[in-house]
């Protein structure tokens, strides 16, 4: 432990909190890889590796069991040939399309918007238990979310749902039957408007107060105000939340796996549980990780298009 | 010389108007008002059925009056596989949760304290890492764990969601470390500490509010992940309580409603409890954007 101790290094009177206290020498590199290089290492092998390895498999033939298991080989490009004529998982594709724009980039935000501006105002009473109250659905674990749903979509007449549209004169419908998509889409915009109102109001007490009243006084009426003022100001932080929503609707799984497991005949089937299916239920490696290859390359392309987008000028 | 440090941006006041309400203002109001009723029901209604069926001595598939009774919770208690699945979830959670900021702190702090070669880069890239969705990499994840010989173990199970979970958990302890003094520390060096003790009596004392938050966005990750158990484990035995869960719903015939619920408000409890201590923290900083996921 004596080596550890060592002369003290007169910091630099630098405001910035972050630069103090770094040496520049040699000597560092063992506290850094004692420190640092368990967590590092095992970031690599546990996260970079897999998507490498995926990368790999992805042009093999392996599988789960069978002979391709013990001798997987090598067939180029055969798995994504296969997958872009394969009319079941470009439907997935565009379901997960669908699923994310609906739900996250129109629903989430939308609503995240409504409830944070609602938020904002500052005659608003009880802001707390609001808050919290629109929280609750992102803090509880996805199979609750689902359970909670399922009795919600219930098909028989005391479902929750079908008592709601009974008032209006409807006949019970079973939801995650007819309407499965619509079903999984409400579940993920009730699941996420916490996230998209926590993110807005933190940049809603960005925006100048001042700017406000003046345009006020210029007789700018309120969605005058936001569309003008409000919306350029909060550029940045509002394709920040789009990328990150995006990224993590992708990513659903357990919600709507939970609810559907894909069905009813595949109208629910998005790539996450697409890839889940063929990799780990019908053993196909290499089919599930050239599905996980496309979809990963279609999230980054994504990704590189909101940071384009979020830094053109307004 | 810490003024720079601890100085707080002042929060800036909202111009209150005090001139009596017109009736454009008085309207405004009142549907600012029902749309915040409509959202909150939006957000609540779906919690009435397992509310109301935990507590139901007669529980079914749908939201009805309860017949009030503990008997669904004493039964989740004293049946043969429920206990289990609480126990197992508790064991995968707090041992990640430990292991994770194990590794955090100690990264962290090497990540705050030392100007070494590609420190700037792997920021970056664990920020990146944010950007593959889990389902991508789960397949070769579970490939590799398999030529480990780590599927169907706790053991497993807890060492990948503690590296799942600590790029977030570096990106935060990094945060919190820089912004303690390296004064403090140099004094506790001259005092005679040494560079382990000064961490010890300095830092971590410092950096609790930091910690605690790290803690309990992992532990929330942990406890709520379903992919990664599903994937990674085989045995009923070693089930925590979201495949639990959903092993008991999908079985069509016989779904035990009450016990289901009850199962489910237990498995709720843990993170509703520990967000009301974070809360404040995490409207009050950046963190927002840890939580998802």
């Known amino acids: 432990m004596t080596s550890i101790t060592s002369t003290p290094i007169r910091a630099a009177a630098a405001p910035q909190s972050s630069s103090p206290g770094r040496r520049r020498s040699k000597r560092t590199w063992p506290f850094v890889l004692l420190l640092l290089g368990p967590g590092a290492a095992l970031i690599v092998v546990f996260i970079i590796v897999p998507a490498v390895y995926g990368a790999y498999l992805s042009f093999t033939n392996t599988q789960l069991t069978g002979f391709a298991a013990r001798d997987p080989k090598w067939v180029g490009i055969d798995n994504y040939t296969y997958l872009l004529s394969s009319s079941d998982f470009l439907s997935s594709l565009g379901q997960t399309g669908q699923f994310v724009l609906f739900s996250a980039i129109i629903g989430q935000t939308v609503l995240g918007m409504v409830a944070a501006i609602l938020l904002s105002r500052p005659w608003v009473r009880g802001k707390g238990l609001w808050g919290a109250a629109v929280l609750m659905p992102m803090i509880v674990p996805e199979v609750v979310a689902s359970l909670t749903w399922a009795s919600v979509l219930s098909n028989n007449s005391a479902g929750t749902l079908n008592r709601l549209t009974g008032l209006f004169g409807a006949d019970p419908t079973s939801w995650l039957q007819v309407v499965p998509m619509v079903s999984i889409i409400l579940v993920n915009i009730w699941r996420g408007v916490a996230f998209a109102m926590i993110m807005f109001q933190a940049a809603l007490e960005e925006v100048p107060v001042e700017l406000i009243e003046a345009a006020r006084i210029d007789g700018a009426r309120a969605l005058q105000i936001f569309r003008h003022i409000t919306l350029p100001l909060i550029r940045g932080p509002v394709f920040l939340y789009l990328l990150l929503t995006t990224i993590s609707t992708v990513g659903v799984f357990g919600l709507v796996y939970f609810l559907t497991q894909g069905g009813p005949g595949g109208a629910t089937r998005l790539a996450a549980i697409y890839i889940y299916q063929r990799a780990l239920q019908f053993a196909q490696i290499g089919i599930g990780s050239a599905a996980s290859m496309i979809l990963l390359a279609l999230v980054l392309v994504l990704g590189l298009v909101y940071v384009r987008l979020s830094k053109v000028e307004v | ?293």
């Open chain 2, 1 to 293: 010389m810490t003024a720079s440090v601890t100085a707080q941006a002042i929060a800036p006041v909202r111009a209150f108007r005090r001139r009596p309400l017109g009736p454009l203002s008085v309207v405004q109001r009142v549907l600012a008002y029902t749309l915040l009723v409509l959202m909150v029901l939006f957000c609540l209604v779906p919690f009435a059925w397992v509310v109301l069926s935990s507590i139901d001595g007669h529980a079914g598939p749908n939201v009805q009056l309860p017949s009030l009774s503990f008997d669904n919770f004493v039964r989740f208690f004293t049946s043969a596989g429920t206990p289990m699945l609480l126990v197992n979830s508790l064991i995968i959670g707090i041992g990640g949760t430990a292991l994770n900021l194990v590794l955090g702190v100690a990264g962290g702090y090497a990540l705050a304290r030392f100007e070494f070669r590609g420190r700037r880069a792997f920021m970056f890239g664990i920020l990146l890492i944010r950007v593959i969705p889990a389902p991508a990499t789960i397949v070769a994840l579970y490939l590799i764990m398999v030529n480990l010989k780590l599927t169907n173990t706790l053991f497993g199970l807890i060492l990948v969601e503690a590296v799942l979970q600590l790029p977030v958990t570096l990106w935060l302890l990094k945060g919190t470390i820089s912004s303690v003094p390296m004064e403090l520390e140099e004094a506790a060096w001259v005092d005679g500490n040494s560079r382990l003790q000064a961490i010890r009596r300095i830092v971590l004392p410092l950096i609790g509010p930091g910690l605690g938050a790290a803690a309990m966005l992992t532990f929330m990750g942990i406890w709520g992940d379903f992919l990664t158990p599903l994937v990674m484990l085989q045995s009923q035995e070693l089930y925590p309580l979201s495949i639990g869960l959903f092993r008991a719903f999908s079985d069509h015939n016989h779904v035990d409603w009450g016990l289901l619920a009850a199962s489910a408000i237990v498995y709720v409890a843990p993170p509703a409890v520990l967000y009301t201590f974070v809360r404040k923290h995490l409207l009050r900083s950046s963190l927002g954007g840890a939580v998802k996921g």
